[in-house]
């Protein structure tokens, strides 16, 4: 089973990538951000719940996120392979990851984090923002949030995953093709 953390800040083309790899390898998209918009869009008491959260750009409390990932990966127990995209966020959920991956024998495989300069990320968010209506993308100062959020809570599972030979860091700056063949070279040494 091929397990992969795609990481890196709000804005640097998590969401993007995961589909074009998802596709190319034939893994299964787990994106927490996605499934809480739906909760919301869903009028559910977890998306009114985490909403006070996600319309301020701060974490929605592990629990929850954790419940939600279990719940995929049971449902999704007969996958190639996941790509998790904007989970973990925290080392809490992190660990809880390897312990759920673990339970089925599974663990990850790597951690590849796009690299991407700040104001490349301000951009591309804001742009985002005028196409997909999110509220946490139109908004400067709940984006500078987010990347702010992104380096004092989650960055620090760089270190996690390095700890554990896991780590690689992809040049995130370019075209999304020039950026999909990076990961692609990097996800190919793992067959
Ligand atoms: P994203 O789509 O990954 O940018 O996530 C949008 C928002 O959803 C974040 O700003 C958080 O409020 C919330 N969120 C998504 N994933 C997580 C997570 N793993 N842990 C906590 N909050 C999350």
Request: glycine share 8%; proline share 2%; hydrophobic share 40%.
């Amino acid at each position: 089973m091929l397990n992969i953390v795609l990481f890196g800040p709000p804005g640097a083309g998590k969401g993007t990538q995961a589909y074009k790899l998802i596709e190319k390898y034939k893994l299964v998209h787990l994106s927490t951000g996605d499934i809480l918009r739906a909760e919301l869009a869903a009028k559910t008491k977890l998306g009114e719940e985490a909403r006070k959260f996600m319309d301020k750009g701060e974490l929605v409390p592990d629990e929850v996120v954790i419940g939600m990932i279990r719940k995929k990966l049971n449902d999704n127990s007969e996958a190639n392979g996941f790509i998790f995209d904007g989970f973990p966020r925290t080392k809490e959920q992190a660990k809880a990851l390897d312990v759920l991956l673990d339970e089925s024998g599974n663990s990850i495989t790597a951690m590849l984090a796009l690299d991407v300069e700040h104001a490349e990320l301000v951009k591309r968010l804001l742009n985002r923002g005028k196409n997909s209506g999110r509220a946490d993308d139109q908004d400067i100062s709940i984006i500078e949030n987010r990347v702010i959020v992104y380096h004092n809570e989650t960055k620090l599972l760089i270190d996690y995953y390095s700890e554990q030979g896991k780590f690689s860091s992809i040049n995130g700056m370019g075209t999304i093709d020039e950026i999909f063949k990076r990961l692609c070279q990097k996800v190919d040494t793992f067959y």
